[in-house]
């Protein structure tokens, strides 16, 4: 069962959808109707997913430079909260996102007319995925078995954005960084012309558009790095 909404963050931002607590608020209120048993909840794997919308609403408001550690500490504290709140909710297992490269991103590296990645973009950010693997730690640690794990998006990314194509059946993008679709994607004028160019063959390429990976691209993200980004989650 899925309970996210898109554009949304930990945090309230400029959508009008549910932020993550509300998220979990409908998650528990499924659990008070007793729709699911304490063994099913036993057995599941919650996935919480932060693809970095809050830090989008905070530069877009005008965020101070300085102000941007202390705002990442704030996200990952309160993602924390979450997780300890699901898992206090009878689910045994939590699996959590890292944050992928943000800097990676097309409409980053657009810049660079899709050539190269921003590294203090992605050194910026480095900082969130630092603070989620420590807090992961100590979580394990505080109840004494694999409960939590960190779904690993940075390197699972860069694996594939590096991938020669040695790896039988992985995909090899000729330009892993530029997206098949450039322009406002599926918007059009008052004339009813498209406002966007979309590419030939979508399955060449590892982005949709500037932010949004296609099914090729989480093809291969699934294909190099599945097993290993779950190797430490213990059943």
Known sequence: ??????????????????????QIDFFQDIIHEK??????LHSSVALVSVAGNDYSHYNA???????WQPFITKVVNQLVMNMKRIHGMGVKKVVVTALQ???????????????????????????HNLLLQQAVIKLNNETKESTFAILDLYDAFMAVFKNKGENPGSSRFENPLKPCCTGSCGSVDANGAKKYAVCDDPGATFFWDTVHPTQEGWRAFYLLNFYSCFSSFKN
């Open 101 to 127: 490269p943000l800097g990676c991103l097309p409409r980053i590296t657009f810049t660079s007319s899709f050539q190269q990645c921003n590294g203090t973009v992605n050194e910026l950010f480095s900082f």
């Open 61 to 67: 408001t005008n965020g101070s430079t300085q102000g």
């Open 1 to 22: 069962m899925n309970f996210a909404y898109g554009g949304t963050g930990v945090f309230p931002i400029v959508v009008s959808e549910p932020n993550m607590t509300t």
């Open 35 to 40: 729709f699911y048993s304490g063994s099913d």
